[in-house]
């Protein structure tokens, strides 16, 4: 069978002036997972990653933790979606949401709700619609061009992969939310391609982190 290992990046950095860079503690998950996958004698072909830092730097600290050096491949219909443009566009939500995680989950759900209910597409750049569609090419070409027995790596973010695994559960939005709501930084998620198709085989596996490195944002 050949496989995807969707990956989801290291801790970034909230709460700060730049969301889009990984903490001290989210390279050493990148590199956790590498060195999970050479323990495992996984032989990825390809490693892939959206356009946006934090992904790279997430590939990047896999890619130390293989061992062994691997050509990085941008694909940014893996980008995450834009969390701010939807707390932007939802009225009179709670300010405190750009520091305190919690408040920061209810409003992004209560915004992602909106985002996904079609009645206000002019409020976004990105609709719900759009955003799907791109993480269903992205994935459709990420399996689609793999060869027989050959591994690959995308490293992406919590909604874009909760998407892919929906999908391929046949959910929908509610399933999404659910997912995306638990997804952790350097999580694994495993996708196969055999002979009966494409199948989701495991979410969110942090089997290679310990328990104090287990971060949500």
Avoid at 163 to 188: C, E, H, K, M
């Amino acid at each position: 069978m050949s496989v995807v290992y969707l990956v989801r990046h290291g801790q970034a950095s909230f709460g700060t002036d730049d969301y889009d860079r990984l903490s001290d503690l989210g390279k050493k998950q990148s590199r956790n997972v590498g060195q999970m996958l050479a323990r495992l004698e996984a032989s990825p072909s390809h490693l892939v990653h959206g356009d946006m830092l934090r992904q790279r730097q997430t590939a990047e600290g896999i890619v130390s933790g293989l061992g062994s050096e691997r050509d990085l491949h941008i694909d940014s219909g893996w980008n995450e979606f834009n969390a701010s443009e939807l707390l932007a566009a939802l009225p009179d939500h709670d300010p405190r949401a750009k520091t305190d995680s919690r408040i920061f989950q209810k409003v992004l759900e209560e915004a992602s709700a909106r985002w996904a209910g079609g009645k206000n597409d002019g409020d976004y750049e990105e609709t719900f619609a759009a955003f799907t569609g791109r993480v269903d090419r992205a994935l459709d070409k990420a399996v689609g061009t793999l060869g027989s027995g050959e591994q690959k790596i995308v490293v992406s973010s919590s909604g874009a992969i909760a998407w892919a695994a929906a999908q391929l559960l046949g959910g929908g939005f509610s399933q999404w939310l659910a997912l995306n709501r638990v997804t952790v930084n350097s999580g694994i998620t495993k996708i196969v391609k055999g002979s009966t198709g494409v199948s989701l085989i495991s979410f969110n596996d942090h089997s290679h982190l310990p328990l104090d490195q287990v971060t949500y944002r």
